[in-house]
């Protein structure tokens, strides 16, 4: 071999080397410890913050530097936010071993183990036949299996979720609760069919029907169990529905003592009752106490079945861990209205701020259908009176069917909290002293959105630096129905928020009920799951100095 051949030689086996290093430092760094994201809207306050985001910056998230990176083909539609963990050790099929994995279950009862990066699927398990259309309701799409959020313990490394699916030979939908391994996607216990039984005040016994009920708020592990709530399909067969908070021990799937029912009256002047737990699909929240924060729906709409006791729609509740007690409540003086209009302050979900400096340490925002936004303090809710609302504040964000964010801005150490009511992102100031309230600051321009009014964010920051806020609007009824992910940055100085990315973030044919997905933001990726697939956005790779 002559010198300069030899050279040539030596240098490809450098080179191959240098290639070789390079993937597996890429791979390292896939599996290193990252940040994740086990519950809907980040943690069960339901803030929607990750503050651990140190690679999108709103200097880089614009459209040359930062798009789509795969497309993931799933089974069916997805009501439900993606979840992440890190380093799982992936133990069955054909991708065995250490992967970031996002996890999407669809209508279809199909859990999917997705590899965060690359965007291959690594597993899925298929629970059952879904219910097809449930009672004519076309809220939702045409199957309805696992439509609320999922929740995961990483200690155990277990994913737990809820699927609807079809009786055998004809015999009545069931809903079942999985506690699954995150490596392998099989049961870890055995599964639990959901049943419940709630005295009514009449003494007879209300027994839980899941024909009847639609599982749709976002799962809660908390003190030690899994919480559950659960309404009804576009409040049809309102005489059989009612809506049900359950809970199960994480360790055992063993249902709770106790329960709770919120309309437990035994007769209504319509025959109509509900008091749902639905939300669009947000988070049951917890508190620093332990106690379940939520919303609930409209009930009878001759609107004067409300008693606050035997009958609690229209309601922010608290109600202590082990279901026994509701614990505080607040309900809108114009209660009546809200049921005869079908404007159920239920339409929104509750976020639980995270503690607070001076007097007034815990606090509550939120909003429904008819756009009030309540700012309540979480240790005295504020109750029900028939002249007023004994809350902190009252602030107009329009039609909700959304949930609020917070973040810490950097600009003043002080919280913000971001509203999506309408088609536009407010963010509200929030000043301690001398007594609570919130100033808006800041908004969006006004989103290309569709369906009801509302959608919902994510905000992603690195501590308190470089925030930014992640919305995905609702789908136009253009053809074909796209929905949009936006990106924001709250501190461009400027009464409207300087938008700094726009991009179709899936599709929705559905059009009957409402898309309510939300943006996941996690180690410099964003999550946004649609109708039969998941779409993965990022930075672009760098693009190469052409070899000479």
């Not at 209660?335 to 503690?355: A, K």
């Amino acid at each position: 071999m002559t010198p300069l051949r030899r050279y040539a030689y030596v240098r490809r086996l450098v080179e191959i080397a240098s290639l070789v290093f390079i993937a597996l430092l890429a791979n390292a760094i896939t599996v290193s410890a990252q940040t994740s994201v086990t519950t809907y809207h980040n943690d069960n306050y339901r803030t929607g913050w990750n503050n651990a985001e140190t690679t999108l910056t709103p200097s880089n998230v614009n459209a040359s530097k930062f798009g789509l990176l795969a497309t993931v083909a799933v089974d069916d539609q997805v009501d439900a936010e993606p979840l992440l963990v890190p380093n799982v050790n992936i133990t069955a099929g054909t991708h065995q071993g250490l992967h970031n994995v996002v996890y999407v279950v669809t209508g279809n009862d199909t859990v999917y183990a997705i590899d965060a990066n690359a965007g291959t699927i690594l597993l899925s398990n298929h629970l059952g036949t879904p219910v097809t259309y449930p009672l004519g309701c076309n809220n939702n799409g045409p199957h309805v299996g696992i439509t609320s959020t999922p929740v995961i313990d990483t200690s155990s490394n277990t994913i737990y979720l809820i699927a609807y699916t079809k009786g055998s030979n004809g015999s009545a939908p069931s809903y079942t609760l999985h506690a699954l391994d995150l490596g392998s996607l099989t049961d870890k216990l055995t599964p639990m069919v959901v049943s419940a039984s709630h005295t009514l005040t009449n003494g007879t016994s209300f027994v839980f029907n899941a024909t009847y009920q639609r599982q749709r708020p976002s799962l809660l592990e908390a003190n030690g169990n899994i919480y559950a709530g659960f309404g009804s399909f576009c409040d049809l067969s309102a005489n059989l529905s009612r809506g049900w908070l359950l809970g199960w021990n994480a360790a055992t799937l063993a249902p709770l003592p106790a329960n709770r029912l919120f309309d437990t009256q035994a007769t209504s002047p319509d025959s109509f009752f509900l008091s749902s737990i639905w939300m669009s699909g947000y988070g049951l929240a917890a508190d620093d106490s332990g106690n379940i924060v939520f919303v609930t729906g409209n009930s009878d709409y001759s609107g004067t079945t409300y008693d606050g006791v035997t009958n609690i729609q229209e309601s922010t509740i608290e109600v202590s861990s082990d279901l026994t007690t509701v614990v505080d409540l607040f309900t809108p003086s114009d209660q009546g209205y809200l049921d005869e209009t079908d404007s159920d302050f239920g339409s929104g979900g509750v976020l639980v701020l995270p503690d607070q400096p001076g007097s007034t340490p815990h606090l509550a925002v939120a909003a429904g259908k008819d756009g009030n936004m309540y700012f309540m303090n979480e240790d005295d809710l504020g109750g029900y009176s028939t002249t007023e609302n004994n809350v902190l504040g009252t602030y107009q964000i329009g039609g909700c069917w959304c949930g609020e964010s917070y973040f810490v801005d950097p600009s003043d150490g002080l919280a913000r909290v971001v509203s999506s009511g309408g088609n536009v992102v407010d963010v509200w100031k929030l000043e301690t002293s001398p007594t609570p309230s919130l100033t808006n600051v800041t908004h969006s321009p006004g989103l290309t959105t569709g369906q009801n009014g509302g959608f919902f964010t994510s905000v992603s920051s690195n501590g308190t630096a470089n925030p930014i806020i992640w919305a995905l609007a609702r789908p136009t009824s253009q053809k074909p129905p796209r929905m949009f992910l936006y990106a924001f940055n709250p501190e461009s100085g400027k009464k409207v928020m300087t938008q700094l990315f726009k991009a179709v973030g899936g599709s929705w044919p559905n059009q009957g009920g409402d898309s309510n997905q939300v943006p996941m933001i996690a180690n410099g990726m964003v999550y946004v799951a649609s109708f039969k697939e998941l779409k993965i956005f990022g930075l672009k790779p760098a693009k190469q100095a052409p070899h000479k």
